[in-house]
């Protein structure tokens, strides 16, 4: 549903490029072959392409130039020429964004990294990456998925002096592999490029958000101009360059200088920071426009004046009255020990503008990339002759009533279900398909998933027995909405702000999904930035703000989004090396994919058993559903003498945690929760579960973790909790990773409870 809401706004977004606009000196053109525009830019952006690693991108341009001949010399810059003789006129734009490499591979199979570039990115670059999800490119050219260790935010209380993720040496990347012979058996080796995975959002039809994109956005415009040009028609020699390594010394851009006598040149690509204001140290020079004013020309100036090329292009876009302005921008040659190649006596950086810049929502105006591509074309005088892309689209996968689906299935299912607390819907639809058809669920006022499994009669002396997983995951709820059109969001459950702003996001309303991207707190961008640790709790007065591309009050009830609407991140259900998965919301669908396979496992109501199965609502927000269940089960005299909270280990299994406690690790069997932070199990029950497990030959671990469980709320209604859980890694993040053979030993304890507590 997702894939196909995305390709729908691509058309919506394409059909948004057909307005007319003037776009040559002389008359206007059909500005109908821009169509394709930001399907080419969407393209190009999921092409990660590391300064020293854009191979694969530089292919994809290749072929989509064909027609052109490209070159490509032996330093990786792609060249078309056309025409001959004077002027002769140059047009580059980079390809390369920031990343990491691998710089050693753990013992225990993580892999460390070394950035590149290693400066001039925001202070925060590297925090954006903790607790992400990332890919991996091997030698071979495979890209493998991997997530960045993030801290676990049930496991920081009490910790006086957690590591910073702001610090390359706390980032580790975790593939999957329990060894460096297991990572490396995978093709992984020093020096592959590691990047954030990525993507692009559309937010309103009006702009486009996404990694790099402030990297891709002259690439973009310019393959698709190329892809139309008349060569007939172009004067003199042009040269296209789409070039290398830029973040990293300009390498590519010195080539082309050194081996091209342009006697023109223009350098299309993001603006850039400079260095501190004199006698302004804390000052720093640097592009300040937002988008949405059209072209941008970069200059050093501070007087405002243009230089004569510069004027020329003004002049250009003013008689075709496309909207364009200077803003600040740092050298496109960055200063070395070695001399610089000389720029031709006629030269211009044209750009647009970009917001929450070198970040995962870094964000750009659609309408500033149309006017971009309409100046470049009078430019090189070309006649644009019509393209489109093809744009594919995904079908959500359905599954037939009544067959039983692999675990990992299960799983990935309810992980690409959304569900933040008190809007499970979607969730319970997906937990009542998936099980069997004589299993008979009912659901109660609270929106809680029961299914009662035994047939004891009310007088038979068996104990009863309730398991109980929740159904609900972190995420936002829409709480005001202001007059710039942002929406003002707080906290459904707890997390860690760093993971989710700076990052695109869902906003799920009743007509569907919406992009969107969580906007960075003020001061982001500063060297001194701190996270506010009470954005978007009640009564905080720094709210978490949300950005879905509406400008006005007017515009955001146009999208049909109202108060209360939920916000999550974009999912996916990502297996990793081996048994192991990456997914947001494991917490808590491991646990409802362990009790959907027990009753499976079970194959028929229970004789003589009094067993309830409950997938419960509003965990996260203080063990909402399962307390109303409690209470009503409690009121009815019915209340379980045995509850078993089916929950996360919230594990340390993560070389940047403490293993002081919550030391069970993934792959290793399920966990018995022993103490946490709202129960803790009497010791003879633990050895009894203990026992259950090794006579069943299903692999256990126990221990000590943070965080609370549904169990607790029957316990003052005479019931004895017995918490069971997985180990997780990083809870609460976009990078939790499992083990699916702890999600099987789960499922086993569960059915062997059931059958025989």
């Known amino acids: 549903m997702i894939r196909r809401c995305v390709f729908i706004c691509w058309l919506l977004f394409g059909s948004f490029l057909l307005h007319s606009s003037p776009t040559a000196a002389q008359s206007p053109k059909d500005v109908s072959s821009y169509g394709g525009l930001p399907y080419r830019l969407e393209e190009l952006v999921n092409l990660p392409a590391v300064s020293g690693y854009e191979n694969q991108l530089a292919d994809k341009i290749r072929a989509k130039l064909k027609r052109l001949q490209p070159t490509t010399d032996n330093l990786g810059d792609v060249i078309v020429t056309i025409g001959s003789g004077a002027p002769h006129r140059l047009l580059v734009t980079p390809m390369d964004e920031p990343g990491f490499v691998v710089s050693d591979i753990t013992p225990d199979g993580y892999l460390r990294v070394q950035r590149l570039p290693q400066g001039g990115l925001p202070p925060i670059f590297n925090e954006m990456y903790s607790a992400q999800p990332v890919r991996i490119e091997t030698a071979a050219g495979k890209w493998i998925d991997g997530v960045v260790a993030g801290l676990s935010v049930h496991l920081q209380p009490g910790r006086t002096d957690p590591p910073k993720t702001s610090d390359i040496e706390n980032i580790y990347v975790d593939i999957g592999a329990g060894s460096e012979a297991e990572a490396r058996k995978a093709g992984v080796d020093v020096l592959d490029p590691i990047v954030i995975n990525r993507r692009l959002m559309n937010l309103a039809g009006e702009k486009m958000a996404g990694t790099s994109i402030g990297d891709r956005f002259g690439a973009g415009a310019l393959v698709d101009l190329l892809g139309r040009v008349d060569p007939a028609k172009i004067k003199g020699t042009l040269t296209v360059a789409f070039v290398v390594q830029q973040r990293t010394g300009a390498r590519g851009l010195q080539r082309i200088l050194t081996q091209n006598q342009a006697d023109e040149l223009i350098y299309v690509g993001r603006l850039l920071p400079g260095g501190p204001i004199p006698e302004m140290e804390t000052l720093h020079r640097a592009p300040h426009r937002e988008p949405g004013g059209g072209v941008l020309v970069g200059v050093q100036q501070t007087d405002g004046s243009l230089p004569a090329f510069a004027t020329e292009l003004k002049q250009l876009a003013d008689t075709n009255k496309i909207p364009f302005a200077s803003d600040y921008s740092a050298n496109i040659l960055p200063k070395s020990y070695l001399p610089m190649p000389q720029l031709p006596a006629k030269w211009a950086h044209l750009a647009i503008a970009t917001s929450w810049t070198d970040t995962p929502a870094e964000t750009i105006d659609s309408s500033d990339l149309r006017n971009l591509a309409n100046l470049l074309d009078i430019y090189m005088e070309g006649s644009p002759s019509g393209s489109s892309g093809d744009a594919k689209d995904g079908g959500q996968k359905s599954f037939a009533k009544n067959v039983r689906l692999p675990d990992t299935e299960i799983l990935r299912e309810l992980v690409e279900a959304y569900g933040v607390s008190y809007h499970e819907v979607a969730v319970r639809e997906s937990v009542a398909r998936l099980l069997p058809a004589w299993a008979k669920p009912e659901t109660d006022d609270a929106g809680n998933l029961i299914l009662p499994l035994g047939t004891a009669a009310a007088s038979a002396k068996t104990p009863r027995i309730l398991v109980v997983a929740h159904m609900d995951e972190i ?266 053979r702890d999600v099987d030993s789960l499922a086993r304890i569960i059915t062997v409870i059931a059958r025989s507590w």
């Open 475 to 740: 995420g936002f709820t829409v709480k005001s909405i202001s007059k710039d059109g942002r929406l003002e969001v707080e906290w459904r459950g707890g997390g860690d702000l760093s993971f989710f702003a700076g990052h695109p996001a869902l906003l799920h309303t009743a007509r569907g999904d919406l992009d969107a991207i969580v906007e960075l707190p003020n001061g982001w961008d500063t060297a001194n930035f701190k996270w506010p640790t009470d954005a978007g709790q009640p009564g905080s007065t720094n709210p978490v703000r949300v950005d879905v591309g509406a400008r006005t009050p007017e515009e955001v009830a146009k999208l049909g989004i109202n108060l209360g609407d939920t916000i999550t991140i974009p999912k996916a259900y990502r297996p990793l090396l081996g048994t192991r998965a990456n997914g947001r919301s494991f917490d808590d669908r491991v646990g409802d994919t362990a009790l959907i396979s027990a009753v499976w496992a079970l194959g028929a109501p229970l004789k003589d058993r009094d067993v309830t199965f409950v997938w419960s609502t509003g965990e996260e927000e203080g063990l909402v559903g399962a307390a109303k269940v409690a209470k009503r089960l409690a009121d009815e005299g019915h209340e379980p003498d045995f509850v078993f909270a089916v929950d996360t280990f919230v594990s340390a299994d993560s070389p940047i945690e403490s293993k002081r406690f919550a030391d069970a690790e993934i792959g290793k069997g399920f966990v018995i929760r022993a103490v946490d932070n709202s129960n803790i199990v009497p010791t003879p029950l633990v050895e009894h579960i203990i026992k259950l497990a090794r006579t069943n030959q299903i692999p256990i671990q126990y221990g000590v973790t943070g965080g609370g469980n549904d169990g607790s709320a029957f316990v003052r209604y005479g019931s004895v909790d017995i918490a069971l859980g997985w180990p997780l890694r990083y809870s609460h993040s976009p990078a939790e990773v499992i083990d699916t």
